[in-house]
């Protein structure tokens, strides 16, 4: 009795393999670029090296799984230091009464942070945490209160634009 399985030649068995080897790592360099956006590794000084980490099947499935197990989502909340601790604290409440976890700034001496040279080497160090937790966000609130939108801020929402998160206004802006 013959086989009825279709023979190939070992030729098309190559292609074959080929094109299947190809696109899966097409999918596998999507996953790592995606993984490498979500976990801020392209803003490390050691990029590369950093990216072939997550090659490793491990570190892709922590990662995956950390992800997904994020149960509420995150704001990070962004005005100018002027507005005080008070009206920090009453959007923080508001939106975590939403059920959203948030972040925002726990330092308001404007004076401090403008006019002294410990405080200005602190606003450098403040910008940086700042985009830290814009990159760990799902969205940003800005507090522009009558209008006001300073230089930080304004930088903090380009860059919230520039990763694709979701930006929420407290004023409706022009």
Not at 20 to 43: H, M
Not at 51 to 73: G, H, M, S, W
Not at 82 to 95: F, I, N, P, T, Y
Not at 142 to 152: E, Q, R
């Amino acid at each position: 009795m013959s086989d009825p399985r279709p023979s190939y030649n070992p030729r098309q068995l190559d292609l074959v393999n080929n094109v299947i080897t190809e696109e899966l790592e097409v999918l596998r360099s999507k996953v790592i670029i995606r993984l490498a956006k979500e976990f801020n590794i392209f803003d490390a000084p050691d990029t590369l090296r950093n990216v072939r980490k997550l090659v490793e099947p491990d570190i892709i499935l922590t990662a995956l799984q950390d992800y997904t197990n994020r149960k509420f989502p995150v704001l990070t909340i962004c005005g100018s230091v002027r507005l005080g601790l008070e009206v920090w604290q009453k959007h923080a409440e508001e939106w975590t009464r939403k059920q959203w976890l948030v972040h925002y700034c726990t330092i308001y001496d404007h004076d401090e942070l403008h006019n002294t040279a410990a405080g200005k080497k602190l606003k450098i160090a403040l910008d940086g945490i700042y985009k830290q937790r814009i990159r760990s966000s799902n969205a940003i609130l800005v507090l522009n209160i009558d209008g006001y939108i300073g230089s930080s801020t304004k930088s903090e929402i380009a860059y919230a634009k520039s990763l694709g998160k979701k930006i929420y206004y407290i004023e409706p802006v022009e």
